[in-house]
């Protein structure tokens, strides 16, 4: 039988852009990983220069790749399957001409990319928790229901944006004693890069220095606030704690209210965890993961955006008519076994 090259061999391009980062996989349908490259956010809504992130991180891992080989792409953005997602498919093949790439690319959200690079089960939930939140249904491969991921100003509860904000807002209720004391404040303004000399002995002035610096950044920015609620929260902080015992919470009720939609199957669909504060290792996840595994519920950790995004560029491409081969050739590029 005859073999193509591995020097000529086709070559899918994977993108998973969120918030605060956008990473790209250069995968052969052999599932070796060829390249990656980064770049820093590229959130329409969020970021100040999504174009330049996507181009950045398509250049870092094209550095060195025969760009003639790239035969499908596949970039997902959070947020793309809005009413942001025309202005994202612009974005996405204006950039994929500036990179001198053949044909067009397609473009999707980043949860399916999360789904696919975590399983092949055609049937399972998806609960994220990145710089955005949301949960959703997926049935023979397709979403068919979702909640949540409205965004930093009207939901994505239990994010890194809501634990940062959630962070914040406590700090400032300390300062002006409308809430308790909280080790917060010995870190957040550093973080923030607030000046807390010459602060009034109230702490209004370092509270207008605190909203100041939160407005001056994008909102995204608030996500960067998370890990120190972890840290804090570890340390026995009691209003650290409760905002992460609140963030999963809010995150378990985003994934319970797909019941309904789901069916009485709804408890044995494997949980696809999404999103760096539930796949790191973060109290949030320990609690959400403890409260989805004392249900009975199977997890299973998102791998790899990027590498899920390509897997279905290449599932595109072939488009293989038995399941069973398709089945193989998403668990090759998505590297969910040795190809």
């Known amino acids: 039988m005859p073999t193509t090259s591995t020097t000529s061999a086709p070559l899918v391009i994977g993108v998973d852009s969120g918030g605060t980062g956008t990473r790209c996989a250069v995968v052969g349908l052999d ?22 992130a996507l181009r950045q991180a398509l250049e870092d891992a094209l550095d ?55 399983t092949d089960s055609p049937d399972a939930l998806l ?41 914040v807002v406590r700090t400032l209720s300390a300062l002006d004693g409308r809430g308790p004391a909280t080790a917060l404040l010995d870190v957040l303004p550093q973080a923030l890069a607030v000046d807390t000399c010459g602060a009034d002995g109230t702490g209004t002035a370092l509270a207008r220095r605190m909203v100041t610096a939160v407005h001056a950044a994008p909102p995204a920015e608030l996500a960067r606030l998370a890990p120190l609620v972890d840290a804090v929260a570890r340390n026995g902080d009691p209003v650290a704690e409760r905002i992460v015992a609140e963030g999963a919470h809010l995150l378990l009720h985003t994934l319970d209210s797909l019941a309904d939609a789901a069916g009485p199957d709804f408890g044995t ?21 403890a409260a989805l595994r004392a249900r009975g519920t199977a997890t299973v950790p998102a791998r790899d955006g990027a590498t899920g995004a390509a897997a279905l560029a290449a599932l595109a491409l072939r488009a293989p008519a038995a399941p069973a081969e398709a089945r193989r050739l998403h668990r090759a590029v998505a590297g969910l076994q040795p190809a």
Do not use: C, K
């Open 31 to 52: 599932g070796r990983v060829r390249a990656r490259g980064h770049g820093p956010g590229g959130n329409l809504r969020s970021s100040p220069d999504p174009a330049g």
């Open 64 to 118: 060195g790749v025969d760009r003639t080989r790239i035969a499908a792409g596949h970039l997902a953005f959070a947020g793309a399957d809005g009413e942001d997602g025309s202005t994202y498919r612009e974005m996405a093949t204006w950039v994929w001409r500036q990179a001198r790439l053949p044909g067009a690319p397609a473009v999707g959200d980043d949860l399916a990319a999360a789904v696919a690079g975590a």
């Open 127 to 167: 609960l994220l928790s990145g710089t955005g939140a949301a949960a959703a249904l997926y049935r023979g491969g397709a979403r068919t229901a979702r909640r949540d991921g409205y965004g930093w100003l009207l939901g994505d509860e239990g994010s890194g944006v809501w634990l940062g904000r959630q962070a």
């Open 269 to 289: 669909l494997p949980v696809v965890l999404a999103g760096g504060l539930l796949t790191g290792t973060t109290l949030l996840a320990d609690r959400v993961t």
